[in-house]
Structure formats: C-alpha cells, structure tokens
C-alpha cells in the first residue's frame, strides 16, 4: 500500500540534498548553470523534442553524477581523515565519472546545436 506520508517525507529530503548541494558545492552550481544555459539555448533555436530529450538527459546525468560523486566524498572523508591511497583512488574515480559525463554532454551540446546555429547563420 503507498504511503503518502512516507513518500513525501522522501521528497522533501531528496530535495533538501539537492538545496544543500547547491548552497555548498561549487561544482554543483557550475553544472546548474550550464543546465540553465543549455535550456535557454534549447528554447531559443527551437531544437526538437528528441533533441531537447537527448539534451535534458545529457545535463541530467552529469548532474546526477555530481551529487553522487559529493556523497561518496563525504562518506570518504568521514571513514578516513588522513591521506589514504585507497581513499584518493575512489575520489577521483567518482570525479573523474563527473568528467566523462560532462565531455560526453558537451559534445552532444554541440551535435545538436552546431546545425542550428549554423542555419541562423546560413
């Protein structure tokens, strides 16, 4: 049976983590930003919806990814205090996971919007 209460509880808190995420860390506000920009731009040179879908899930996984990428620093950083090569391996994996999904973002930003920017210009 759902349970309304408990799913709204679950809500808030995952909301709750995406404002503390946003309020303290910087990446998280870059990759923000991008997302806003890469809307507007979406909006303003009337991609498709699919286009608009392939975009929206490019931004969104990266996005994703930056918060599950804080979370597992945090939990690092709690298990260890001290520089700890297992520690650094991990971080930078997950970090490095933010970095892929951002280049792989970029360039689907710029397969869709090269050829509408070029037919503004053409």
């Not at 503390?20 to 930003?33: G, P, V, W």
């Not at 979370?71 to 520690?87: F, G, H, R, S, T």
């Amino acid at each position: 049976m759902l349970n309304l209460k408990k799913l709204a509880k679950s809500f808030h808190y995952a909301f709750r983590g995406v404002i503390t995420l946003l309020k303290n860390e910087q990446n998280a506000r870059i990759h923000a930003s991008a997302t806003i920009i890469v809307g507007i731009l979406a909006f303003l040179l009337e991609v498709t919806r699919v286009e608009a879908a392939v975009l929206f899930m490019a931004v969104i996984m990266v996005f994703a990814l930056e918060i599950m990428n804080t979370a597992v620093e945090k939990v690092c950083d709690l298990i260890c205090v001290k520089d700890n090569p297992e520690i650094a391996y991990i971080k930078d994996g997950t970090a490095g996971a933010v970095l892929i999904a951002a280049v792989i973002a970029i360039v689907v930003a710029i397969l869709i919007f090269l050829p509408h920017i070029r037919a503004l210009f053409g």
